[in-house]
């Protein structure tokens, strides 16, 4: 809502604030929403304020050379505080970083509580990760087949009448809506042999339940159509579907699609 945030810039302004700064996920994990950081970006410079954006979903695949939302929303050098994980796309089984200026990285090394008395990561973590980061610069062919694979899953989802809100995040929100029905649907989906997990309240919003598919570049078409399969012979048995696509014309076999975190 960029009519709220500059009211609330405003306001600060108003009140003699001497430092301003926005905050915001550059995607949103539940949703697959990836914030306007353009239009936000502009008013951080029409009301003298920084930009802090967390990239945990959106670092490595997200762009044209998955550096993240930053580079999708076209504001690269335009943002002042990145933060991320580096157990997600990065490879690592935990850890994170923060960037930005030095001034910045200067002043939270020498005040920022959490990091002074933190550990180091362990070193096979660390390579592990950066090994990620020559692989990224190296080629977009990972992030390209991962974008192949998220339109290709959208679209066949969207044709099979499931309520998917439109976008082109590999984090795809199955809108069910019941609690009770996504825990079913959870269920009959790993009887077809898909893992999925169905979220509700109070992970979600009350009456937001959905099945979160979270695609990756190592599917195969062949994958991808067992899932959607699944999807849409569960949809039928449960009645979840708006425009349901004939049981009979769904893959068959005994893959299983793997949805990791």
Sequence with gaps: DMADLEKQLQDAVAKGTRHRIIVTDGSFSMDGTIAQL???CDLA???????MIDECHSMGF?????????????????????????GKALGGAMG????????????????????????????AIVGASLRVLELLTESTALRDQLEENTKYFREQMTA??????????????????EAKLAQEFAAKMLDEGIYVVGFYYPVVPQGKARIRVQLSAAHTRAQLDKAIGA????????????NLVAAATAPTGPQVVQNTP
């Design 160 to 177: 099979a009448g499931f309520d998917i809100a439109p976008g082109e995040h590999p984090i795809v929100p199955v809108m069910l809506y």
């Design 45 to 51: 410079d029409k009301y003298q304020s920084l930009v």
């Design 231 to 242: 999807f849409q012979k569960v949809g039928h048995e449960l009645g979840t579907v708006k």
């Design 38 to 40: 353009d239009k936000i």
């Design 62 to 86: 997200l762009g044209k050379t998955g550096r993240g939302t930053h580079e999708y929303r076209d504001v690269m050098g335009r943002v002042d505080i990145i933060t991320g994980t580096l």
């Design 96 to 123: 994170g970083f923060t960037s930005g200026r030095k001034e910045i990285i200067e002043i939270l090394r020498q005040r920022s509580r959490p990091y002074l008395f933190s550990n180091t990561l362990a070193p």
